[in-house]
């Protein structure tokens, strides 16, 4: 199977309880597209995980929206608002520039690292065109 990502948002009713309903919704991506009997577990580092060799997913969410990758070899995803600022001293911090696609690209290679152990190579991070989110993406 190819690998798939996909974004959606949530509802407006579910944001009252957003973490419940971010969770509910990137498990229902999983389950849609890979059957109800998914089993889904977490690894040490506290990262949902797929049982049974069914492969990778990566999980991100912000205010509003989820989004789930999977692929059959590690993977890491993160989104932003496009809106969402980073300030200097955070940045700073980091290692990073203030941009919010920097952010995003450190937070998927966090992700990736925590999954893997590894440091992805710089040219499996890419960036998905989306209206009104930063998509960084590692597969």
């Known amino acids: 199977m190819e690998s798939w990502l996909e974004i959606r948002p949530l509802a407006e009713a579910a944001r009252t309880t957003a973490r419940k309903a971010e969770g509910a919704a990137w498990r229902a991506i999983v389950r849609e597209r890979l059957g109800p009997d998914t089993e889904i577990g977490y690894n040490a580092a ?3 995980v797929l049982t049974e060799g069914r492969g ?5 969410h912000t205010r509003g929206w989820v989004a789930v990758v999977w692929s059959p070899h590690p993977c890491a995803i ?3 608002l496009k ?3 980073i300030s200097a001293a955070v ?19 966090y992700k990736y690292r925590g999954l893997t152990g590894n440091e992805p190579e710089a040219s499996k991070i890419s960036y998905l065109p989306h209206p009104k ?7």
């Open 46 to 48: 506290g990262a949902p």
């Open 56 to 60: 990778y997913i990566g999980v991100s």
């Open 83 to 85: 809106t969402r600022t």
């Open 133 to 139: 989110l930063v998509v960084a993406v590692i597969r």
């Open 91 to 109: 940045a700073t911090r980091m290692g990073i520039a203030p941009e919010i696609e920097a952010w995003c690209a450190h937070e998927a290679t």
């Open 78 to 80: 993160d989104i932003e």
